[in-house]
Nanobody
Framework: QVRLVESGGGSVQAGGSLKLSCTATISGRYSYSSYYMGWYRQAPGKQREGVAA????????DYPESVKGRFTISKDNAEHILYLEMNSLKPEDTAMYYC???????????????????RGQGTQVTVSS
C-alpha cells in the first residue's frame, strides 16, 4: 500500500515559483525506490494532464512541452519525498496538483501518470495575472 500526501501549493503571481512536495508512506512488498512517480494536474472543467514523470531510480524524467524548461521533478529515495519545482508560472498552470505512484511501469512518460495506481489528495496551485 502507498499513501501519498502533497503539500506546498498556494497562490502566486505570474512569473513566480512554487515547490510542491509529496511524502510517501509505503508498506508491502515494494520499496519506495521501486515506484515510478509523477505529478498530474486538473483544472475545473478540464481533463487530467500529466505534467512530470520520473523513473524509479530518479535517473530519467519526462515532461510535456507545456511545462518543459519550467518544471523540474525530483525523487528522494532516502527520504521518500517527491518534489515538483515550478518556475515562471503562468495563469494557465492554475489547477489542483496531484502526485501519483506505480511500481508496474518500466518506462517514464508524462502521459502515463494519470493512470498510476496510487495518488494523493492534491494541493491547489493558483497563478494570478
Amino acid at each position: 500500500q502507498v499513501r501519498l500526501v502533497e503539500s506546498g501549493g498556494g497562490s502566486v503571481q505570474a512569473g513566480g515559483s512554487l515547490k510542491l512536495s509529496c511524502t510517501a508512506t509505503i508498506s508491502g512488498r515494494y520499496s519506495y525506490s521501486s515506484y515510478y512517480m509523477g505529478w498530474y494536474r486538473q483544472a475545473p472543467g478540464k481533463q487530467r494532464e500529466g505534467v512530470a514523470a520520473i523513473a524509479d531510480d530518479g535517473s530519467v524524467t519526462d515532461y510535456p512541452e507545456s511545462v518543459k524548461g519550467r518544471f523540474t521533478i525530483s525523487k528522494d529515495n532516502a527520504e521518500h519525498i517527491l518534489y515538483l519545482e515550478m518556475n515562471s508560472l503562468k495563469p494557465e498552470d492554475t489547477a489542483m496538483y496531484y502526485c501519483a505512484a506505480d511500481h508496474r511501469y518500466a518506462s517514464t512518460w508524462y502521459a502515463d501518470v494519470i493512470d498510476y495506481n496510487y495518488r494523493g489528495q492534491g494541493t491547489q496551485v493558483t497563478v494570478s495575472s
